[in-house]
Each structure stands twice: as C-alpha cells, then as structure tokens.
C-alpha cells in the first residue's frame, strides 16, 4: 500500500484518538482503523480510563472477523504489550491474525516501549512505524511529557490588555476578554488534569476553577498558598472538587482537600515531583502574574494561550514576559489570542 493510503487512513485513526481528550488520562489517546481491501471494516478508540482501547473497541465493530486476516489495522500508538487495566492488544491482533499493522509512533511508555512491535513481528504479521508520527507526537504531547520528561505537561494562560496588564493596582480583572474566550477557557479546563493558581489569583479572583460553560469533567484544582493566608471559606476549598493546596507549613488531609508541604526554596520542583508521583499528566495554570513568571524563568513549561482583550488599565500588574514569538495568532470574537509553543514536540499549528 502506497504512503497515501497509509496517511490517509492513518488521519482518521488520529482523529478517533482525539475523541477520548479529558476522559483517559493518565493513558495516551489511541485510535485505530482496520481496512479490508481499501474499505474501513472497523473503527474505535480509547474511550475512557480503565476501559477497552483502540484495537479492541476496532475488532469488536468488525461483522465479518474473517476478513481480518486480510485487512491492515492502523493505530496511532503501539499496541500495549503488557497487563495493565486490560489485556495485551498486541496479543489480541495476533489472535485474530492480522496481515499488517500501520503504527504512528512507537509507545515510550517502558513496560512497552518496543514489546508490541516486537510481538507482532515474531508473529509474522507486516509493521510499518512512523506514518504521521509528528501529528500523533502532537496528539499524545501530555503522555509523552510526563513519560519523557517525568513531569506534566504545562500550559500557560492568561488574558491581558491591550496595554499590558493581567489586573488592576487592586488586583481586580474582570472582564479583560469577552464571553467567547472565557468559554473557551471552560472547553480548555475539560481537557487536563489540573488546574493551578497562586495565592492572590485565589484570594482576589475567588475563583471556583471548575467546568460551567462546557460538559466535561471539573480539573483536580490546584493552589500555592505558602503561609496559609487564605481565607478557609475561599470557594478552591469547598471540596466539591479535589484540591490540592501546596504551603510550606503542613500536611493534612480532609474529603476532596489535601494540605501539601513543600520547601519555601525549591518549592517548584517539589511540586512537579508530587505531581509526577499522583500521575497527573496535564496541568493548566491560570495565574497570577507571579506563578506565571515564575515557570516561565525557570523552563517549567510546554505551551502558553494568551488573550488580549480590548480594555486598557494604564496601570496596575504586568503581564508575564515569555521573550518569544507566537507561534499562532487567532481573533475569538474580537479577543487576539496568541498560542506559544515550545519546540518539544515541533509541534505544527492548526
């Protein structure tokens, strides 16, 4: 079968996978495409955390299994080689004897990391690796930081001026971007794994961190409050949500509300160490200024979407420096939103 082809079914894999955003974590987004003599037999994709993936969700709205042993699957990330929640799907696509198998990119995961391929090979069936590799790189960018790199995947956001700033002298920011961008933001907090703010985002924006303008599940919230100067009926702690509050003074532990100490110094790279050790794969931070910044100077961060609205404030807080060009600039209803990315994954914009 010719790279045409190949691409071109691979794409409908990659766009399966995507359905499963915010619902499979910490698991990649997997898709997979089975083709009978140039027709699609079966799809599916990894639908939600714990249950079946790609491959077997494919098979299974297979009509006529026969034809498998004829037909090529193209999945967008290797097949899993090891126990985890399910079985092996390499095992499955050896069971049902599959003449070829299309893969985007090879699983840096280490408890598979080659094992599938490798199983599939030995089985006799054909296995091509690297078909839109860079676009399933792009996909699965969150589990191929926190497996890589050993640490979420960071993106930055905020809305500033047209002059510069994120707040007023007293703090306030409402409204500096319209109703469209901050439903945007709501889609936006749907689909990672937390949400961060520091101490004076929380005490003056009051803000819930949840999921209202948009279906989809609420992010764990996060929050730095070092000297434990919040108030305790801040909406972050109403543990409707799970929250975790990083402070350099204790440890506790309520329902939904969890009190973590970190060192005054290194309090960032104590955090990222915590939450690399509970799995979360994705975190959206959403200020302040300081946090922002903070991440900024010291690298800890994958891409950043910032909204300039039409208000201007003349003075009051800046807005955080990131020292490089936009990647994307797009209108949201007169909002400029401006996408950073950095070259991780050299990521092609939409």
């Known amino acids: 079968m010719n790279n045409s082809i190949d691409e071109k079914y691979m794409q409908r894999a990659l766009e399966l996978a995507e359905r499963g955003i915010g619902s499979v974590s910490p698991n990649p987004m997997a898709g997979c495409v089975i083709v009978h003599h140039n027709q699609i037999i079966g799809e599916g994709w990894h639908e939600k955390y714990g249950g079946a993936h790609a491959e077997v969700n494919a098979i299974k709205n297979v009509k006529n299994k026969t034809l498998l042993k004829e037909s090529t699957a193209y999945v967008t990330l290797e097949p899993c080689a090891h126990f985890g929640k399910t079985p092996p799907c390499a095992d499955l696509l050896i069971k049902h004897k599959l003449k070829r198998v299309v893969i985007a990119n090879q699983d840096s995961f280490p408890l598979v990391n080659g094992g599938g391929i490798k199983k599939l090979t030995d089985a006799g069936i054909e296995v091509e690796v690297g078909v839109l590799s860079e676009e399933g790189r792009v996909l699965n960018k969150r589990f191929f930081t926190r497996v890589e790199k050993k640490r979420p995947y960071v993106i930055l956001k905020w809305a500033q001026t047209v002059d510069g700033f994120v707040a007023r002298e007293n703090y306030d920011s409402k409204w500096i971007s319209n109703a469209y961008s901050r439903k945007l933001v709501h889609k936006w907090r749907a689909e990672e794994d937390a949400i961060w703010v520091g101490t004076n985002t929380a005490k003056y924006d009051n803000p819930k961190l949840n999921v209202r303008d948009w279906q989809g599940s609420d992010p764990i919230r996060l929050v730095i409050d070092k000297q434990l100067s919040l108030d305790v009926n801040t909406p972050l702690f109403d543990q409707e949500t799970p929250t975790i509050c990083y402070n350099a003074k204790k440890n506790d532990k309520e329902v939904n509300l969890e009190w973590v100490k970190i060192d005054n110094v290194q309090w960032l790279d104590e955090i990222f160490l915590d939450?690399?050790?509970?799995?979360?794969?994705?975190?959206?931070?959403?200020?302040?200024?300081?946090?922002?910044?903070?991440?900024?100077?010291?690298?800890?961060?994958?891409?950043?979407?910032?909204?300039?609205?039409?208000?201007?404030?003349?003075?009051?807080?800046k807005a955080p420096d990131l020292k490089v060009i936009a990647n994307e600039t797009l209108n949201v209803e007169g909002d400029k939103l401006e996408l950073f990315y950095k070259d991780t994954f050299n990521i092609v914009c939409k």
């Open 275 to 317: 939450l690399r050790q509970r799995g979360i794969q994705s975190v959206l931070v959403e200020g302040g200024a300081y946090l922002l910044q903070s991440l900024i100077d010291q690298d800890y961060w994958d891409e950043a979407r910032v909204f300039t609205g039409s208000p201007s404030f003349t003075k009051g807080i």
